[in-house]
């Protein structure tokens, strides 16, 4: 006998947004900040549907509930805002609201003259059901309401100027009939982070190159000593490369030689020596007081430390031996070392994510991270998590985040986007990104448009540069090419950040011709470093991250449009938040001059195309009039080959430049 | 203390296709036809993966499964071809393959000169753990093979000779590790049709109009003796409006008059009376005898007779009194009738899906179905069913599907886009469309690229006219516009119908000029048609019949491409199937010849665009030889102002039609 479903709900509620496959992964924010939310709510026949969002932060018993409003086409749309860190939920509630179809047909049918008589009486009905729920005060005014409807001795008029009251309508908005309500099918989840998850500005360095005493080993005293440096650039968040000891089995030496010297130091991802693993400090660089006294100096200038998190082993790590059975074994009896076929990686022993003991492992690694938190760390760099089993991030990403929701995680994986993307899916707050390879105007239009598309899940960090990473145009494309890629990183991605000094001072050497491999690295070698450079860029670099400081339109994504401009060597494109849009034009040629009309979108810069507008340069801090949507740009490679503009519409009519806000 | 997750396999599946709404809703296929699955499958690391496509139809204990082949960019796809009506599942298995990856480790080192000697162990280790797992003769074979592997007394050379075979590739792919492997986070169900649900042409007649003899009411008998007029035009879906007894209180008379007089036959819709409810016989129209007798004259024919389904009734309907329960009743004691203010149709009731009795009303309904299943039908039009509720919907058509996976629904509801395409997820089967009033070629194409993009649930019928529509430009446009509506109906849609004879007698007097109602409209009054007029487009619409009959590609949705033309009067597309092309210019100009150079897409329509081609217009049995992409169409509407073309590449060089296939 067929069985009836035990919900004959009406309603129906679907294509929730934000969520992320379906609602299987919690989609990003951060707190204090508005998350919208949409759905298609509507019901069969022709009766008004009404529905609300609820949210809570998981956990909690109380929902709250905030009315959406209709959008046209069936869409309803309301936002919330979190005001706590951590994993938030929402769902939506819709139900048939049998008032207002009453009342939008005694409207319609008063308007044609027609007989409304027993009409009154249903919405009477209606209204006396309300006040049952409502009971108290608003339950007697309701009461008093459905009599008026009903009261067959007031006249006509009476009881219709109570039906279409400003009174009942509210106070029947306020006790809807939601015994009848359907629910979304699930819960959707907002992972709430703060602040620095959307707008941060690293800086990448190895401090055993800033010994202040040249030719010595740098310690963490030494880069204590030098934090106004980094500072006064701008940055806010110090990322110190593994500060573990380094293993000396195989260790490599200068260039990835194979054979290193007595005095080479060692790859710092290369973890672990008989003074330790992940959790010891590699003695060079000093002690956990002096790592300390670094992390509270820097937090004194608004740097925040981040901790690089390299899951994998020298040969000298303790865990070897202590855990062989976290390693895989080869049939001579040697462990498993890191392979890439042809490629050998002798120096590093992955773990073994298949191993028979993953509890034992999985909570080991978690202790890293628990250790680290313990001195005071909230942000870490992931090395290679594209190497480490998913399942693993999922989890241990939910633990570290449901007891410190303050932690960021910056995902390095280099590899193929489904990868990428699905490490964001399952919990890194940031992302490295393909950003270093993506140079012609029609690739970066491109790439962003696809970062766009994936904002919910996926937060990209731009890096003109890193330790691995010295591209062909830096190579060749000389200082304008090393402005011009801070400024589109910076611009571009509110998440951003270098690897210094080598870029400010324009480290442009690879290992070999067609190589991305710096020479000399610092991975494998001290070096020494000329901070005091007349031909540095962090004076331009300071420019850009004060722009960068001042303006909000800066320190968000999805808020990007391009601008068409007649010269593909040129790209324009502007940001937007509220009361904020900064208008960049970048030249993507190094050799020449170019100059290019590019065409506004009036609406996107948010400015009267038929006025005069106010282009502020925050490189430069020179002011231009612009009129029309139509512009000339001309940049040269010998000078800046950027505009960074803040743009101000005209508020007043006089001719001063005051008059732009 | 943190929990580890129970399932820790590596390999990810996502993003599988088809699916509705993350898999909430089954998507819709036809026996014997491939269904393309694909999805995302990859793993951390460098690790190879395989995947297989796992299906069974649902109640089935035994999954078949069918190897997936990757397609680039982490993507994998499969198919596999239901051969039986009803509801099918998939899902996808996917597991890192580890002897895959092995094999190609093995070939670089080998290639790089690098010693093997261990690589070779690790290998032999495999394939001996896939002996266990193979068992008997393969077993056996893999055992050598292993052996060879390990054997140090043998010749390297024979030992990677064992390693690269095709043998020991082969059935290490027969039996696979899966012990860690992934399955797809829910299961997807593909709901079965029938041939005619994907391809169908419907002809609706009111058979009291069909008398044979003038002036008399018109019968199941009139109809069988004419079965040939529709059979013969090539039509295989006959739908009948409601034949149940008529409700006599409130009758509507000719043109929707408010009062009928003693010979008015009532509205069809308006069902019900003392001779009974939705599974009575109108006894105007004869017996159930004489329906059987129609019904299987119909099926010699090749014409399915299609039932209506209007759940309303009228004010002598049975259930009034049987089931009060199941309408709505107002505060004066009587029944709630239909309304959409202020509008009133006091001569039907609508059923109320909020009853107490929900339970005893479904089942009635159903019954409404299962009786007309019990008499061999198998089609049903379903009218207005946006004014039920989805979750009846869902359950009944599951329901009926389940015991009678052969009927075929079709949702005549004209609403909300959202709404409809709701009714088309929730499981009907055919939904009419917004075809009737997509008039320009911007509005077609447009119109086209949606339906398109939701061909994975929604079969859309084109309908160019119904006894509730009769649109502006089938008022206006004349002879040549109710050509071009049928043959784009035709071609566009592998699911058409039109209501004759209104349609082939091109009836086109409103009932009031604006209105889309027919003037004398069969909905109310019995209407006498010549069917032999000598102005008839039965002979077009037997041409358009035949090519649809005849080419497979105007059988199938989703398979349309539009052409380029340089007159947007003259609209362009071709479909194609397996083997076959058909290439369709019309014009929308029922006024003026019109001429255009098409842009034809050479691979759309599998022609080498650097040779000729020939066209064939089936309308006509006028052939072309065309060259290139770009070619002439002239189109006058004082003939026939479209072609339908089967296209033919040259297949041997001499110059002979016979040549082209």
């Known amino acids: 006998m067929a069985r009836i479903p035990a919900t004959t709900s009406r309603v129906v509620i679907e294509s929730e947004s934000p969520r992320i496959d379906g609602g299987r992964f919690a989609v990003k924010s951060i707190v204090g900040e508005p998350v919208a939310v949409e759905a298609d709510v509507f019901c069969d026949g022709h009766d008004a549907v009404a529905a609300v969002l609820r949210y809570r932060k998981t956990g909690s018993r109380r929902w709250s509930e905030t009315r959406m409003a209709p959008i046209g086409n069936d869409r309803w749309m309301a936002d919330f805002t979190p005001e706590e860190l951590g994993v938030w939920q929402f769902e939506i509630e819709g139900w048939a609201d049998r008032f207002a179809t009453w009342l939008d ?281 594209h190497t480490k089993g998913f399942p693993f991030w999922e989890w241990v990403i939910a633990e570290i985040r449901r007891e410190h929701p303050d932690v960021i995680l910056l995902a390095e994986a280099f590899t193929r986007p489904k990868v990428m993307y699905r490490l964001a899916k399952v919990g890194f707050t940031q992302s490295y990104t393909y950003f270093a390879w993506r140079n012609t105007r029609h690739e970066l239009v491109e790439y962003m448009t696809e970062l766009d598309r994936l904002h919910d899940f996926i937060r990209p960090s731009f890096w003109p540069n890193t330790p691995d990473i010295l591209t062909q145009q830096l190579q060749t494309g000389g200082r304008p090419m090393f402005m011009a890629r801070y400024v589109l990183a910076a611009t571009l991605s509110s998440n951003c950040g270098i690897y210094g000094p080598a870029f400010e001072l324009m480290d442009h050497i690879p290992l070999t011709p067609g190589s991305e491999e710096y020479r000399d690295s610092e991975k494998y070698q001290i070096r020494t470093w000329d901070l005091d450079s007349a031909n540095s860029l962090a004076p331009l670099i300071t420019q850009v991250n004060k722009a960068r400081h001042d303006h909000r339109a800066l320190q968000r994504n999805a808020n990007l449009t391009f601008h068409p401009a007649d010269n593909d060597k040129i790209i324009c494109y502007s940001k937007r938040a509220v009361g904020d849009v900064v208008l960049v034009v970048v030249s993507l040629d190094p050799d020449h001059v170019q100059s290019a009309w590019v065409d506004l979108d009036a609406n996107a810069i948010g400015v009267d195309p038929n006025h005069q507008f106010q282009v502020h340069d925050l490189l430069t801090d020179r002011r231009y009039v612009w009129e029309g949507s139509r512009n000339f740009v001309q940049l040269d490679p010998g000078g800046i080959p950027a505009h960074v503009f803040a743009v101000r519409r005209r508020v007043r009519s006089e001719e001063s430049f005051d008059s732009f806000l």
């Not at 005694?106 to 729920?133: E, F, N, P």
């Not at 029947?172 to 629910?183: F, G, I, K, L, Q």
């Not at 000593?225 to 940055?235: C, E, H, R, S, W």
């Open 105 to 385: 047909g005694l409207d319609k049918k008063v308007a044609a003259g027609i007989d409304v008589t027993v009409d009154l009486l249903i919405g009477a009905a209606l209204v006396s059901a309300a006040s049952i729920r409502a009971r108290g005060k608003p339950g007697r005014t309701l009461r008093k309401l459905a009599t008026t409807l009903a009261d067959t001795n007031l006249e006509l008029t009476d009881r219709l100027e109570g039906a279409f009251s400003a009174e009942l309508r509210t106070s029947m908005e306020d006790y809807p009939d939601r015994s009848a309500a359907t629910r979304s099918e699930r819960r959707y989840e907002v992972v709430v982070d703060r602040e620095r998850a959307e707008f941060s500005t690293w800086y990448e360095l190895f401090p055993r190159s800033w010994a202040v005493d040249p030719g010595k080993h740098g310690t963490f005293a030494d880069v204590t000593k030098q934090l106004g440096y980094v500072a006064d650039m701008g940055f806010d968040v110090l990322y110190l490369p593994p500060i573990h000891p380094i293993g000396v089995t195989d260790r490599k030496g200068a260039n990835n030689g194979l054979r290193a010297g007595p005095d080479d130091p060692g790859v710092p991802w290369a973890i672990g020596s008989d003074k330790g693993g992940h959790t010891a400090i590699n003695p060079d660089l000093g002690t956990i007081e002096d790592f300390r006294v670094l992390r509270d100096a820097a937090s004194e200038r608004g740097l925040e430390i981040a901790l690089d998190v390299a899951f994998q082993c020298s040969p000298d790590h303790p865990w070897i031996k202590e855990h062989p059975e976290w390693f895989r074994s080869r049939p001579d009896g040697s462990v498993q070392y890191a392979e890439n076929p042809p490629k050998k990686y002798q120096d590093t022993y992955p773990l073994d994510f298949e191993t028979s003991d993953p509890r034992g492992l999985w909570l080991a690694l978690k202790g890293v991270f628990d250790h680290w938190i313990g001195e005071g760390i909230r942000i870490f760099r992931v090395d290679n998590p």
